[in-house]
């Protein structure tokens, strides 16, 4: 029988067929029979990827089910601890299944993941020996899983179960795995990560392509489809902004047969997602996947930005605030100011008394997607042990680096071997954490021969980069950035150097410290007289941010309505 092929690549267009009930998945064309046994023949006839109608409708429910067991907070936090455990190196794929499997109980999450990423190879079309093989193991590994909302008996419901965990597997192996590469490529390290995913589900989106066949005739987009015929989806071209509006598209869709919209809506469910009745269920944990996921790509270029002939130029933030403004600004990383986070909890800077409250405002910069690098003081802890345990929490809440110096409350220096001794045990506990070594020679006005010889200690245990805050003296900044191999950090002062100065004499970052916490407290303490005084508090220069404005700084970073990993 000859099947017409209908090409649709307008925005509504898209959407329409997407939420026709009568456009189906089509089988892989070597997916033909229903197949006995645990086998990929069966797997295909039995996952609600490629039914239709009850059948859709019942296994769909199983796939639901099994979601509603897993708290999407819960996959991004496994992934973090998959990181402080060394998996951070393994296939991105292999990576989400591990997560997902653990977090839905399933026994042997590594077993589980080398033999999805077997059966996804194939799953959508293709031959592999080992197909078969790999479907029966996970039959076997899914069957003690626990239940979900459904019968967890080996009969025919039992094996329903297992090709569903098996369907949530393999789409969540191959789609989101993809959209973490497509983030990745595009990712400017300026904007949050929800944000990034945000953007790239709308112009890469993880699958480009959908092909739909009609169970039965059928009417898109004022084209008349009969049953059997072929209907051809592009995705990628609909999902970008200048195409998803009609007056611009040009595509084969067409206004010829109707569809176009005034314009992309960005409160529109991505097209990646599909729509209903298959609109993806696991939106929301795939986005946190992917989020999870994307944090230690982020954090590793973060060590790029040091290798530039423009200095990274780091403002310190206080809280979340201060830093989702600065941010807006266009700042590529923030930093915490060690001084900002005691003075708002009421406590001295440098006395080693703000641990929970870095690592808590870590946790909520880490939540909002910003590439930020925290203060530490000298890790709250001469213990090089309980450094390094520091050092794993802030990784796990998101940070990019740290900073970590060596000097003390009472204004004197650690010995090098003790501060060395913290680097090592940081290197060690949390490879990819940027390790910025500090001395506080110049700092705190002592024994600044030693600077050299402090910095090239720390450097050899394994700092990334090192900081010398108090120094300003352009001779000597130029003759330590020539004598290092990491990257030189210079604190910024109105009568010192300026960032372009600081460039020519080889400094890689510039930190601006508490300047900005103490400006900010400057500016309120003045407003306030200001008032008092009858005067208008407003700066000459404007900038004051409105309730609005400030609301908005504020908002929840994380309300995308998930990532389409799932054709359910």
Not at 84 to 102: F, P
Request: charge should be negative; glycine fraction near 12%.
């Amino acid at each position: 029988m000859t099947r017409t092929v209908h090409e649709f690549d307008r925005y509504e267009d898209v959407r329409a067929a997407l939420a026709d009930p009568h456009l189906v998945p089509e089988l892989p064309p070597a997916a033909e029979g229903r197949g006995e046994g645990a086998s990929m023949a069966w797997l295909r006839a039995s996952v609600s990827r490629f039914s239709s109608g009850q059948a859709h409708a019942r296994r769909r429910a199983l796939v639901e089910a099994e979601l509603r067991r897993v708290d999407p907070a819960a996959l991004r936090r496994a992934v973090a601890m998959a990181e402080e455990s060394g998996a951070s190196g393994q296939d991105v794929r292999k990576q989400v299944v591990c997560a997902l499997a653990g977090e839905l109980g399933l026994r042997e999450p590594g077993a589980v993941a080398e033999a999805v990423s077997v059966v996804a190879g194939v799953y959508f079309g293709g031959e592999d020996a080992g197909a078969d093989a790999a479907v029966a193991q996970l039959v076997e590994l899914l069957g003690d899983a626990p239940p979900g909302e459904h019968e967890p008996s080996r009969g025919g419901g039992g094996l329903e179960v297992a090709a569903a965990r098996i369907c949530l597997l393999v789409q969540a192996c191959e789609a989101t795995a993809s959209l973490v590469r497509h983030a990745a490529a595009a990712d400017d390290g300026a904007r949050p990560v929800e944000e990034l995913l945000a953007e790239t589900l709308r112009r890469d989106p993880p699958v480009r392509e959908l092909r739909r066949v009609a169970a039965r005739a059928t009417r898109v987009a004022g084209r008349e489809v009969a049953e059997g015929d072929v209907v051809l989806l592009d995705v990628a071209t609909a999902s970008r902004e200048e195409g998803a509006g009609g007056d611009e598209g040009g595509g084969r869709g067409g206004a010829a047969h109707g569809g176009g919209s005034a314009g992309f809506r960005e409160a529109t469910v991505p097209l990646a997602f599909g729509a209903q009745p298959r609109e993806c269920p696991g939106r929301e944990h795939a986005l946190a996947l992917a989020a999870g996921l994307l944090r230690p790509v982020r954090r590793t270029r973060f060590a790029g930005l040091h290798h530039r002939e423009v200095p990274l130029l780091l403002p310190n933030a206080w809280d979340h605030a201060s830093a989702a403004a600065l941010a807006a600004e266009g700042f590529e990383v923030v930093g915490t100011t060690s001084l900002g986070v005691a003075a708002a909890a009421g406590l001295p800077d440098g006395s080693a008394a703000t641990a929970d409250s870095t690592v808590e405002l870590a946790r909520q910069l880490g939540r909002a997607g910003f590439l930020f690098t925290v203060d530490a003081e000298s890790g709250f802890s001469d213990d090089p042990a309980q450094v390094a345990e520091l050092a794993r929490r802030l990784w796990a809440a998101g940070a990019a680096g740290i900073n970590l110096e060596d000097g003390r409350e009472d204004g004197t220096l650690a010995p090098v071997e003790a501060h060395v001794a913290k680097v090592e045990a940081i290197k060690a506990a949390v490879p990819e954490l940027f390790v910025n070594a500090r001395t506080d020679t110049y700092w705190s006005g002592c024994r600044q021969d030693e600077t050299a010889d402090r910095l090239l200690a720390y450097q050899e245990a394994g700092a990334d980069g090192v900081f010398v805050p108090g120094l300003s003296d352009p001779e000597r900044i130029g003759a330590l950035a020539a004598c290092l191999e990491v990257p030189l950090n210079i604190l910024y002062t109105p009568a010192g150097p300026t960032v372009a100065e600081l460039a020519a004499l080889g400094v890689r970052r510039v930190s601006l410290g508490s300047l900005l916490y103490r400006t900010a407290l400057g500016a309120a303490v003045s407003a306030a007289r200001a008032v008092r005084e009858g005067r208008d508090p407003t700066p000459a220069t404007g900038g004051v941010p409105s309730y609005a404005q400030v609301q908005v700084l504020c908002s929840d970073a994380g309300t995308l309505e998930g990532i389409g990993t799932m054709s359910t």
